[in-house]
Structures are given as structure tokens and as C-alpha cells.
């Protein structure tokens, strides 16, 4: 639940529904496509081809835009996650003893530095088991 309480529910919730949105158009177009190829599209009801295109058309622009959306939804909500995760570390920091940093390896800035690479190493791999495990999820 950190993650969630450094991206904010309403990212959090936005990265859900951007994810769901994005793998029930993809699982709908491809119902679309299978459902064309069973049909008989020379039957007696007059469907013709170019209305099983157009539809598969709109449900594939669908995806590509609930796909953006998630990414960027994605990407926000990370980028601001890391921004309060590096803060709140950055302040427990500061407040830390100064014993702390009267030892050989508590050099500030080398402390700092550490600290800004590993939050960006876990903040990028979070994301990616994020979205690996939304699209296994959904």
C-alpha cells in the first residue's frame, strides 16, 4: 500500500481502470475478428465485409487509445511516486542523527546519491511488475 499512498489513490485508480480499459478492448477486438472469420459473410442477411472492418477498425483504434492512456497513466503515476518517496526519504534523512554522518561512509552527498539511484532503480522496476502484472491480472 506504500506505492499506492506515494502515487495518490486517484493515480492509482486511474493506472486500474486505464488497464482494465485497455485489455477489454484487446479481448473484445479479438472476439470481433473471431467472430468474423466464423461468420458466412455471404449469408443471407446482407452483412457485408466492410461493416465487420469498419467495426473491427473502431475496436482496434479503442485499443490503441485505452494503450496510451495506460502508459501515461503509468508513467505519471510513477514519476509522482518516486518524487514522494525520494522526499520522504530525503526528510528522514536530514533528520537523522548527526552521528550518523560523523562515520567514514556517511558522507552526505555520497548518502544522497545512493539513495536517488536506488529509488529510481525501484521505482522503475515496480513499474514493470506493475504492468506485467496487470496484463496477467486482467
Do not use: K
Not at 76 to 100: C, H, I, K, P, V
Amino acid at each position: 500500500w506504500l506505492w499506492v499512498d506515494c502515487v495518490g489513490w486517484h493515480w492509482a485508480l486511474a493506472i486500474l481502470i486505464s488497464t482494465a480499459a485497455m485489455q477489454a478492448s484487446s479481448n473484445l477486438a479479438i472476439w470481433w475478428l473471431g467472430h468474423w472469420v466464423a461468420e458466412d459473410t455471404d449469408s443471407a442477411d446482407g452483412i457485408s465485409t466492410s461493416y465487420f472492418l469498419a467495426a473491427a477498425g473502431i475496436l482496434l483504434a479503442a485499443n490503441i487509445l485505452c494503450a496510451c492512456a495506460r502508459s501515461l497513466s503509468f508513467a505519471q503515476g510513477n514519476l509522482r511516486g518516486a518524487r514522494r518517496l525520494y522526499d520522504r526519504l530525503q526528510t528522514a534523512l536530514l533528520r537523522a542523527e548527526l552521528s550518523f554522518f560523523e562515520t567514514p561512509q556517511g558522507s552526505y552527498g555520497r548518502v544522497l546519491n545512493r539513495l536517488g539511484v536506488r529509488v529510481l532503480s525501484v521505482c522503475v522496476s515496480v513499474m514493470c511488475i506493475l504492468q506485467c502484472f496487470s496484463a496477467l491480472a486482467l
